[in-house]
């Protein structure tokens, strides 16, 4: 059967996160996007995904793959979603891959930003996708704190919900900070994340930033390998799924996206 | 009484314009505002405005005024605001003026500014500032047909609602078409503005912009003084008051406003 990925972008914010969600009936991306798929290509559709991204966490750059028995091509339900979707999900990209290819088993990286605003006031226009935290933030420590972090870990310390039996262990690639204005911004890259990873390490980072914390009680915390320490999680708002790597073959990553406000 | 005045930044998605309506209760952003300065001031509060914006349209720097017998300052009035109105409306600035200002009647000029984006796909972190429209706009003709709209002219051709006996000369001062990858960005530089005159004219220059139009049709339609030429209407997202200005005195403006995404 014909494999279809789709390169999605969309804003979190009304939406109960990624995953379709059993009880009463709240709006997810996975069953938005399957109640429309199915019906164009008038089929059941199970949908793969690279990032299960949480309620309120937003996507520029996600993929999400599927078998399809139809002759749809990928341009035309490109076409048919983005026209009967509303403006807060959109699809940038569609195209056949290989009947091997799997959203979330092929995904090499993920890549996430977070985005921090420090200003007194929130901006209107940009506060959807920020947390407004009006307090001075020293990168400094922050950046070095960022330095304990870095590589193959065990981060069960800034995981919600491991899953019994599951590893912890994540390969943490990039980690930057910068300030951009009043806008300080995180960026992380690791093989894969655990569940709430980004934005408990952001919450000990924040800390840190403030004072409240030394560069090196966060090394301490990883090795404690215990969440007891770190009850500080990020709010969702502030995340965006950015980008996610797969190996050799066409390119299809984030690039033809645009560009992250 | 002492007078005060505040620099405001709102979402306009979600509120039906700025002025409180009869009816049904409808959010407002004067009703909103209103309420809350009621509250903390205890006592009514009359507020003047320098841009009566439409339901969805969206301010950057908005302008308003108000008298109060309370000694509340104008900083203690800003943070109770900020801290129980939503993010999608926030005091920029508050201080004290003169007891002859006011917002609406002493403003010499507004500037407005207008986003078409014309890419295939929406952009779902700026799509609510955006009059989304998947089609290519040639900028030439757009700007010759601006040519024939500056300076002062009775506009009564690009106002919906004049109102018996009033004026509809106004002043057009600057009016730029700039392109900025995908988006089209228009900005408009008046003494002040008719009822929908910013959004009729982008819905007019955009019909030249796609060849509907000539743009020699555009100096006859204002011309012909009569609404019945034009009925294109763009939308009220792509919107925003950007600024407003006062004669001399302490400078009020927008300037420490967030730069418009």
């Not at 991306?29 to 559709?45: D, F, I, K, N, Y």
């Not at 209107?124 to 933030?137: D, I, N, S, Y």
């Not at 069960?156 to 900070?177: E, M």
Request: positive net charge; hydrophobic residues 45%.
């Amino acid at each position: 059967m014909p494999k279809i990925r789709m390169l999605l972008a969309y804003d979190g914010t009304s939406f109960r996160g990624w995953a379709t969600q059993r009880g009463p009936a709240l709006r997810t991306v996975q069953g938005e996007l399957t109640a429309h798929l199915s019906r164009v290509l008038l089929e059941p559709v199970k949908l793969a995904v690279a990032g299960r991204t949480d309620a309120g966490v937003h996507a520029l750059g996600q993929v999400m793959s599927f078998s399809t028995a139809s002759s749809v091509t990928p341009a035309q339900l490109q076409r048919a979603l983005n026209s009967v979707m509303s403006p807060e999900l959109v699809v940038h990209r569609a195209s056949y891959a290989p009947e091997t290819f799997d959203a979330r088993f092929s995904a090499t990286a993920r890549e996430y930003r977070y985005a921090v605003r420090t200003a007194q006031v929130a901006d209107v226009f940009t506060g959807r996708f920020e947390w407004h935290r009006p307090k001075a933030l020293a990168i400094g420590p922050m950046r070095r704190a960022a330095q304990s972090l870095l590589g193959e870990h065990d981060f069960a310390t800034f995981c919600r919900h491991p899953g019994t039996g599951k590893s912890t262990v994540r390969d943490l690639q990039r980690l930057t900070i910068a300030r951009h204005g009043e806008v300080v911004v995180l960026r992380f890259k690791a093989n894969a994340f655990l569940h709430q990873m980004v934005r408990a390490l952001v919450g000990t980072l924040v800390m840190v930033g403030e004072g409240k914390f030394q560069p090196e009680d966060v090394g301490r915390m990883l090795a404690a390998r215990s969440r007891i320490g770190t009850p500080n999680v990020a709010p969702a708002c502030g995340l965006t799924l950015v980008r996610v790597e797969y190996p050799a073959g066409p390119s299809f990553d984030a690039r033809s996206a645009q560009p992250v406000p």
